[in-house]
């Protein structure tokens, strides 16, 4: 019966341990600063690019990667510019990026990442207290091949309150 216990505490106590709202990534695109939901260096970490160890070293449960990444559109080309530690602190540490990428200059192509990323613009209509599930009245979505963008699309959503959004996933979940 102990066991049956302990396993639903930590069945339990593990599941709302990494429902945490994430920091997010930063783009510059146009000139303007803007947040990302989308970890495009998340990609490159594989079998071949280990995840270096100054990641795991963070204590903040709001940047489970462990670092913010700071990313620059220039001629529809997605580049890697700078990386912080994920200490959650005002005044995080710089991570060199030749400690990940050896023999490359900055900025750095995201020539590993294909796949979408996520800008949210506008009034949040629904917070979600996990990872990037926050929904926005616009979200921007960047298609990236090979760190080439291939389309931009602006989705928007219809402004309604965060009640009105409630109910609608309430009436969702009867059918």
């Known amino acids: 019966m102990i066991k049956l216990v302990v396993t639903i505490f ?12 994430q920091y997010p990534d930063i783009l510059i695109y146009k000139g303007k600063t803007i947040s990302i939901f989308t970890n495009p260096l998340e990609l490159y970490f594989d079998k071949n690019h280990a995840k270096p160890k100054i990641f795991s070293k963070t204590q ?3 940047i ?10 220039k001629n529809n080309t997605l580049y890697l510019s700078s990386l912080t530690d994920g200490s ?5 540490s710089i991570i060199p990026l030749n400690a990940i990428f050896k023999e490359k ?5 995201a020539s590993w ?3 979408v990323i996520r800008v949210p613009f506008g009034k949040r209509i629904q917070y979600v207290h996990m990872g990037y599930n926050s929904v926005y009245e616009k979200e ?18 219809n402004k309604i309150t965060e009640k009105e959004f409630e109910q609608l996933e309430d009436w969702k979940k009867l059918k």
């Open 10 to 21: 930590f069945i339990i106590f593990t599941a709302n341990a990494s429902a945490t709202a």
């Open 60 to 62: 903040c449960t709001a």
């Open 64 to 73: 489970w990667r462990g670092y913010i990444a700071t990313w620059e559109i």
């Open 88 to 92: 959650c602190g005002e005044d995080p």
């Open 105 to 109: 200059k900055t900025p750095i192509k």
């Open 113 to 115: 990442f294909s796949g």
């Open 140 to 157: 921007l979505y960047l298609t990236i091949k090979k760190g080439n963008i291939l389309k931009i699309e602006l989705q928007e959503r």
